[in-house]
């Protein structure tokens, strides 16, 4: 059955509206997760910040992120947003092949009890631990908001 390009445009609205976007240059075999474009908008709490960054599974398999863990706060949680609502996620499905973002208004992270409060300048460390791949730990600026989405949603989707 040939696929038309309503069918075509069908598709890509379904992936765009669950953050998932083909990678270039997949291989196979087991993941290989990158993270890139980690950055977190200077918080309006002293005690919770919210991250945003991109997750890109190169590898010829599926692979999950189980948790977040940084040295700077007491727990970090995923979050996703479902009809408008803030709902926490035990993990994310990172499909083989694919790139995941963390975005506004989409998935993100939630930091909570910070061990002090994050201003404008300051480097926060994230350690992502995920089912299959090697841990990754990022350094991820604090940047005025405007910077922290820009940078966030640059780059190809």
Same mark, same amino acid.
């Given at each position: 059955m040939p696929?038309t390009?309503a069918?075509r445009?069908?598709?890509?609205?379904a992936? #765009?509206? *669950? &953050?998932? @976007?083909?990678?270039?240059?997949?291989?196979?075999?087991a +993941?290989?997760?990158t993270?890139? =474009?980690a950055v977190l908008p200077?918080?309006?709490?002293d005690?919770?910040?919210?991250?945003?960054?991109?997750?890109?599974?190169?590898?010829?398999?599926?692979?999950?992120?189980l948790?977040?863990r940084?040295?700077?706060?007491g727990?970090?949680m995923?979050? #996703?947003? *479902? &009809?408008? @609502?803030?709902?926490?996620?035990?993990?994310?499905?990172? +499909?083989a092949?694919?790139r995941? =973002?963390?975005?506004?208004g989409s998935y993100?992270l939630m930091m909570r009890?910070?061990?002090?409060?994050?201003?404008?300048g300051?480097?926060v460390?994230?350690e992502?631990?995920?089912?299959k791949?090697?841990?990754v730990?990022?350094?991820a600026p604090?940047?005025?908001?405007?910077e922290?989405?820009?940078?966030?949603?640059?780059?190809?989707n």
């Amino acid at each position: 059955m040939p696929v038309t390009a309503a069918g075509r445009l069908w598709v890509l609205v379904a992936l #765009a509206s *669950v &953050g998932c @976007r083909p990678v270039p240059e997949r291989s196979s075999g087991a +993941p290989e997760v990158t993270v890139t =474009r980690a950055v977190l908008p200077a918080p309006p709490s002293d005690t919770e910040a919210t991250a945003f960054l991109t997750l890109d599974n190169r590898g010829g398999s599926t692979d999950t992120l189980l948790g977040v863990r940084s040295p700077q706060a007491g727990g970090v949680m995923l979050h #996703a947003m *479902v &009809g408008g @609502r803030m709902e926490m996620m035990p993990a994310l499905p990172l +499909p083989a092949g694919r790139r995941v =973002r963390l975005v506004p208004g989409s998935y993100h992270l939630m930091m909570r009890e910070l061990v002090q409060p994050l201003v404008i300048g300051d480097t926060v460390t994230l350690e992502l631990r995920f089912a299959k791949a090697p841990p990754v730990v990022v350094r991820a600026p604090v940047l005025r908001y405007t910077e922290a989405v820009g940078t966030a949603m640059s780059g190809p989707n």
